[in-house]
């Protein structure tokens, strides 16, 4: 299991593929697959059947999983693509923005 430099919650914009430059949420990130789920980037159609959670079925329109390599963070201070450098204090580990230097929470 690698490490990745992506977590829940952070704000990342879209490096390469159909949505490039597009920023999003990250909503969840599947370590095994070195992929994540971003709110609004790689939506895909789904076509359903009717169910007890979608009574209706018909297509369903969700985010699809995409790789944590077209991903990076953004530098909290300008807005722009960033790389981070980890810190440790003690236990405790501070990603810090390689652009600007400001830590990224």
Known sequence: MSK???????????LSGSDKGKTGKVLKVLVDEERAIVEG?????????PSAKTPQGGIVRQEAPIHISNLSLIDPKSGKATRISIKRDGKKVIRIAKKSGEEIK
């Open 4 to 14: 990745l430099h992506i977590k829940k919650d952070d704000t990342v914009i879209v």
């Open 41 to 49: 980037v790689n939506v895909v159609a789904r076509s359903t059947k």
